[in-house]
């Protein structure tokens, strides 16, 4: 188990278009381990290969997991979900949510996404699944297929604020 480095904007890798997985074997499950790892770590809900610059349709999410008062070292209920080449489909309702990135630390904005999702995903067998999402969880596939796709919540956000947003962090970069 290893931890990697998290790509943040506006690094132009994190808008490289991801490929299928093609080879269900140890190296895949090293490198999930890995994500896995990362996630927990940083700490976040959700994590995709590209933004560890490994451009692949791959990506982990964990919604249950609670980190314990008094060591925030240690969590609880782990619960992490491996999405293997997605395709989603069945897009349905509105659903608005504050979102955030770990590629785009400190930034929280209202996204606009489908409230009700059907997935079909393969886990790290090579097993096919077909999965329906609600609430966060729909949220987080979605948003996590984005980075997929090699976009970012800040892409979604409405032309003058993503562009006042993507300004603001090139501004603090420079200074
Ligand atoms: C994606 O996001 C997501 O800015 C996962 O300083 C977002 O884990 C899924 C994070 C919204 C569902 C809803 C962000 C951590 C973590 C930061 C994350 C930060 C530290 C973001
Ligand atoms: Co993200």
Redesign the pocket.
């Known amino acids: 188990m290893a931890l990697r480095e998290i790509l943040t904007y506006p690094n132009p890798r994190l808008a490289i278009p991801s490929e299928a997985v093609t080879e269900f074997d140890s190296k895949l499950r090293t490198l999930v381990d890995d994500m896995i790892e990362t ?1 927990y770590e ?6 995709a290969a590209p933004q560890i610059d490994v451009h692949k349709k791959i990506f982990v ?1 964990d ?1 249950d997991y609670e980190t314990d008062e008094d060591d925030p070292k240690i969590l609880r209920n782990k619960n992490p979900t491996v999405f293997i080449n997605p395709v989603i489909y069945n897009q349905a309702g509105e659903i608005l ?1 504050k ?4 590629s ?5 904005e209202e996204v606009k996404r489908a409230d009700m999702i059907t997935v079909d995903f393969f886990d790290l067998d090579g097993k096919k699944h077909t999965e329906d999402f609600s609430g ?1 969880m729909a ?2 596939v979605q ?2 297929n984005d980075h997929l796709l090699g976009r970012l ?1 800040i892409d979604r956000l409405s032309f003058v604020k993503s562009r006042s947003v993507k300004k603001k962090i090139k501004r603090e970069l420079e200074e």
Do not use: K, Q
């Open positions: 996630m940083a700490p976040g809900i959700g994590l999410i919604i949510y979102e955030g990135c770990l785009v630390p400190g930034v929280y966060l949220v987080a948003h996590e919540f």
